[in-house]
């Protein structure tokens, strides 16, 4: 599945490259959230079933599919936790995010 | 309907409410206030014997009615509203959300007072109180111009350098519930007036879009800036759209303004809406003794005709603003934006503002001719706020 971009914010250099009304293309990602995070979910592709119950679960949609088993998209991963707790079989471990 | 111009005896309201079925909107959302009910009621007539196809939406309040039509202009919809007076001080949040979104929504305003006291006859304060909420507004003299406004509204409003929401305003009751002889257009003429809605401000699955957004600092002086050349560029959108309708329709005004023998006028009342019927009359009565008076109307107030009142005000000996408003310690706010206009064009002339109509307060023929007395008679330098008509002993 096609992750986000993400693209700088462009400042406009004059009026006349406004738009007419608060109407911009959609889909932007101006910066990611990654420096939020204290602690990162490290996967071990090995213990992945598949299953997709970390993908449902987190709150900024930061799984992905990959193939068969899932991915994580450090970009938006604020460090919550969730995946790893949902997870059955102990595939996501959270670390200590090194400062 | 048949023929190209049919004449029905109809109501004010009932006019916009026939303009509006022409039009063809796709959403109509609207929650009835007297003065304005029987919009409501005879487009929910139309929508119930099948002569208006539309998404018609009731909703529990007047702030819902135009937050729903802002939803629907987001998807490109042509949108129609109908208020007054508590009504649209309710919806005010949403004047500017729709204008600074540039959806051009039209919405009909019974202009109607404000309390409290509690009142709901006809008074300008309402409409006039919300001047820079960023919406064009035009005030109608009678049902026919209250119809073509409406039918004109649209092409204005969604017209793309324009895009700005329109309220067309009638007086409450004494406009929008007299009954008058109105030529109404044929469907097939309005189709071909009126282009289909179109614009690039709206949500598309094809081209996704995010709209509504923030703009701090940083951005937001631009768009605001783009508003006011939105309205500033309106006046030559009105001028090729009237000409237009006027060909079509057999229609004669136009303008900003109307100007009744205020070109040679020595005194001149300056006001805005139905009151200006009575005003005319006076005119004549004054120009057969030989007094030069005259009377300009406005028929928009924003955007401000302040280049034509100028320059029909040049020669005058005085000028006299009657309106139904007040902005309270200082004057009506009309006065304000005509003295401006002169100010800008170096126009220093006796003038005096003319307080009447307040709570639906009838404005007689002998007030017109003492307004024109006062002004004919009165320097400069006396009171120049009048509450015509106010009880003293």
Redesign the interface.
Known sequence: MPRPEIQKYK??AD?SD???????????LVTDSSGWRSERPALDINLCKGCFRCYLFCPDASIEKLGKKVGIDLRFCKGCGICSVECKFGAIKMVKENI | MSGANNKRFISGNEAVAEGVRLARPHVISAYPITPQTTVVERLADMVADGSLKTEFMYVESEHSALSALIGASAMGARTFTATSSQGLLYMAECLHYASGGRFPIVMMNANRSVALPWNILGDQRDSLSLLDSGWIQAYAADAQEALDFTIQAFAIAEHSDVLTPFMVNLDGFVLTHTYEAVSLPSQEDVDKFLPKFVTANKLDLDSPKSLGFTAGAGDNTEFKYLQHKAMQSAPGVINETELRFNSIFKRERRGLLESYLADDAEYIIITLGSVAGTVKTVVDALRAQGIKAGLVRLRYIRPFPAKEIAQICENAKAIGVLEKDISFGYEGTVYTNVKSALFDAGIIKPSHNFVAGLGGRDIPREDIFKIFNILSTRGDREEKVHFVGLKQK
């Open positions: 400042q406009h009026v406004y738009p007419k009304g608060t109407v911009a293309p959609a889909g932007y």
